[in-house]
């Protein structure tokens, strides 16, 4: 069965430091995988998403991730934290169905703190 | 351009009564999926409706049911409503002429309260 598993529940930083969110995912054929975030009271933004070709994808506030098929992992990175990350991290992969997005399954999500 | 919008934004009920959530897409969406979000949870996915029908369902009970009208909006349908239906329930919006590709747009949610 699909699967998205992310190993960290909590993550602290410090501003201006790197930042890695762990993503695994469980998938029988080629996975479609997306990063949302979700501030409080507010719904997901996508940050960015893999398809096919380059695996490493540049998405929106400076996030990247690297595709690594060899370790179904699709982590999520940031050079230089901003207080305004602060937010939950949601790795998800797609499961299409009939040519159109099909279902998104999320992982539980890695809430990031940022320490001044 | 508006994008995903959903009502109301908070909800109480009782056990046993029924709800009704509201969804209205992005500009030029056609599909839109339900999701529900328990409490330090992911979202789940509970089904999604092009075309007035529903296309795709997740793991979730027939208690869960919904409607896609003309103008592609959408509701969905809570029945005999239990405590453990109480989470945050996420539209999202996509176009399906643009396939695969295109990308899910998610409304604020709905945050529903069963006591």
């Known amino acids: 069965a699909q699967s998205v598993t992310q190993p960290d529940i909590h993550i602290t930083v410090s501003e201006g430091a790197s930042l890695e969110l762990r993503c695994n995912y469980s998938y029988g054929a080629t996975p479609y995988l997306f990063w949302y975030v979700q501030s409080p009271g507010q719904g997901l933004q996508l940050l960015l998403k893999y398809f096919s070709g380059d695996t490493l994808v540049q998405g929106i506030k400076g996030f990247e991730a690297e595709f690594k098929r060899s370790q179904s992992s699709f982590n999520l990175r940031k050079p230089s934290v901003h207080w305004s990350d602060a937010a939950e991290y949601f790795c998800a992969v797609g499961a299409g169905y009939g040519g159109s997005q099909g279902n998104l399954i999320f992982g539980k999500g890695t809430k990031l703190s940022v320490k001044p | 351009d508006a994008g995903v919008t959903q009502s109301p934004t908070h909800l109480i009920k009782t056990r046993g009564q029924q709800v009704t959530l509201r969804c209205s897409p992005k500009s030029g969406h056609d599909t839109v999926s339900w999701y529900q979000q328990a409490l330090g949870q992911g979202p789940q996915f509970i089904f999604q409706?092009?075309?007035?029908?529903?296309?795709q369902r997740g793991n979730f009970p027939d208690r869960f049911s919904g409607h896609q009208f003309p103008n592609y909006s959408s509701e969905l349908n809570v029945n005999a409503l239990l405590l453990g239906d109480s989470a945050l329930y996420l539209c999202?919006?996509?176009?399906?002429?643009?396939?695969?590709?295109?990308?899910?747009?998610f409304g604020p949610g709905t945050r529903l309260l069963v006591l």
């Open positions: 999202a919006s996509s176009s399906r002429d643009r396939g695969f590709l295109e990308t899910q747009y």
């Open positions: 409706y092009y075309e007035e029908e529903e296309r």
